[in-house]
């Protein structure tokens, strides 16, 4: 199987990095800066140069040549659908980080580009990635009027794909990294088998900058690596490193006593200021928790969470990449190799990429993230291929381990009857999402064994927080099926603390006042008239 994607808005391709590690082949890449395009042909990202176009994306040639490439992969790839779409529009008129913002209504409009390209090629499902006000910000809508972001993808988008979002902070989701962002996944009405609930990243350890950066080599100001051409302390001005040296973990120049803040003029002469001092800046990380979110500025000590836990530093080039989960692998140029090998250019290099690499980082969807929604969305269709052909898919040794295929598997050994639907276990899990807070509670759920793949990845993202879900399963006929079932189900990548427990008999004669069933949701939390219970 071929699993393919397009991406608009794409900077260096640091996120869409993390579907190629999983398999994904690129049809169309579009960025508006020939210097940040040129980091994704160093990885190498599309199988055809005409996939890297640069340029406008509100012009109809680029639109075009998005067009071109897709039915190119249709005829020559022997593709039917693009299956996922890739889109993290600028969202400087919506960060917090952005103290200018004047208005940025025509910026925050480029979204609709996007909409309108998901409208024109329908791919199976569409991914958006941005800050946490994402939703909530008013872009222009088609006739000129303004709309808010959430109502303009709602009006253009949900007649054609069911459609969830989550603020999640990625620190929770396996990046050593304090950012929070927004995430909207679509999948399209006909594929009954995809679901938005099934491909966002789910709840992982969190990673400290112990874990992260703590075996790399300690450095002062002006030394780099012997070894990593990317690791190195970039020099600041002598009086910033006397400030940095008077910090101590999580504590940043407003935290002394007496500190008087001042810049130095062309002149040379100190000049104070009363000025209020931000809390964040000159902040000297913490080595037990995760980094703080990465701006484009990460190489001015000056700006937000920038400094080393312990080096009177900013953070490497290379430390930058481990916190936003960028692979050593990846490349920033086409001669990387070369001046890798040659440590007497490695200024050189710096000099002509530093400024454009830190901007990207700072700009990037972790790499992790994506790379979980690929892993997600690759599982499905290979599900959906084994739905419609029967066709199971197969790893390296010959052998099917995608969990979802071998549990449809089972359900058939079973006979199971009374298959429940996708669309409807949807339906009544986006309900309990947008209406309870189930943190700090035991939950039980009761389930069919033909019920499990549908909605045991749905029922964990929405009640990720709960202390504990109980899931009992209901009429396992033997033994053997039960270890098999249980062993599929610990598989399955799952965000909280989960207990399964194995039952003969069936669903009513299971019950108590703290246990539901799965087609109880809908009754739980809508009314006799089929609106939403309020909170």
């Given at each position: ?306 400094i080393h836990p312990v080096d009177n530093r900013v953070l490497s080039i290379r430390e930058l990449m481990r916190i936003d989960s960028i692979p050593d692998e990846f490349r920033w140029c086409d001669e990387q190799d070369y001046y890798e090998q040659n440590p007497d250019k490695w200024s050189e290099f710096l000099a002509a990429n530093e400024p454009n690499i830190r901007d990207c980082i700072g700009e990037a969807v972790p790499t992790h993230v994506m790379e979980q929604v690929g892993a997600n ?159």
């Open positions: 199987m071929k699993f393919t994607y397009i991406t608009t808005f794409s900077s260096a391709g640091i996120g869409c990095y993390g579907l190629k590690r999983e398999g994904f082949e690129c049809i169309a890449t579009n960025e508006y800066l020939e210097k940040r395009m040129n980091v994704q042909r160093a990885n190498h990202k599309c199988k055809y140069e005409t996939g890297y176009i640069t340029g406008d994306i509100t012009t109809d040639e680029v639109k075009q040549r998005i067009f071109t490439e897709i039915d190119r992969w249709k005829r020559d790839e022997n593709i039917t659908d693009v299956d996922l779409f890739f889109a993290t529009p600028p969202c400087q008129g919506m960060s917090n980080a952005n103290t200018r913002k004047g208005d940025e209504t025509q910026r925050n409009s480029l979204i609709t580009e996007a909409v309108r390209l998901i409208n024109r090629t329908k791919p199976k499902c569409f991914v958006f990635e941005n800050v946490q006000t994402f939703l909530d910000t008013e872009c222009s809508d088609d006739d000129g009027s303004l709309i808010l972001i959430r109502d303009y993808i709602n009006k253009q988008l949900s007649s054609s794909y069911r459609i969830a979002s989550k603020v999640i902070n990625f620190r929770h989701r396996g990046v050593p990294q304090n950012r929070v962002r927004t995430i909207v996944i679509g999948t399209r009405n006909d594929l009954a088998e995809l679901s938005p609930f099934l491909l966002f990243p789910v709840k992982q350890r969190e990673i400290t900058l112990r874990d992260c950066i703590g075996n790399l080599e300690s450095l002062n100001q002006g030394e780099r690596s012997a070894t990593d051409m990317l690791h190195f302390a970039k020099q600041v001005q002598p009086h910033h490193e006397e400030w940095m040296k008077r910090l101590k973990e999580g504590m940043s120049i407003s935290d002394l006593e007496d500190f008087e803040y001042f810049v130095i003029g062309k002149d040379g002469i100190r000049q104070y200021t009363e000025s209020k001092l931000i809390d964040q800046r000159f902040r000297r990380l913490r080595w037990d928790e995760p980094g703080h979110a990465i701006t484009r500025f990460s190489g001015v000590p000056n700006t937000t969470n920038t969305l690759k599982r499905l269709l290979e599900y959906q291929h084994f739905m419609t052909t029967g066709e199971k898919p197969l790893d390296a040794n010959g052998k099917c381990s995608n969990p979802y295929v071998l549990l449809e598997m089972l359900n058939r050994r079973i006979n199971a009857t009374n298959h429940v639907t996708q669309q409807s276990v949807f339906d009544s899990y986006i309900d309990v999402y947008r209406t309870k807070d189930f943190s700090k509670r035991r939950l039980y759920v009761i389930a069919r064994p033909e019920q499990i793949w549908y909605c045991l990845h749905q029922l964990l993202f929405v009640l990720e927080d709960a202390d504990m879900v109980w899931i009992d399963v209901v009429a396992i006929p033997t033994i053997t099926k039960m270890m098999f079932l249980k062993h599929l189900i610990n598989k399955l990548p799952v965000g909280c603390n989960v207990k399964i427990r194995f039952f003969s008999g069936n669903v009513q004669t299971h019950r108590n006042r703290n246990v539901f069933a799965i087609q109880d949701l809908e009754r739980l939390f809508l009314t006799d008239n089929g609106q939403l219970i309020p909170d």
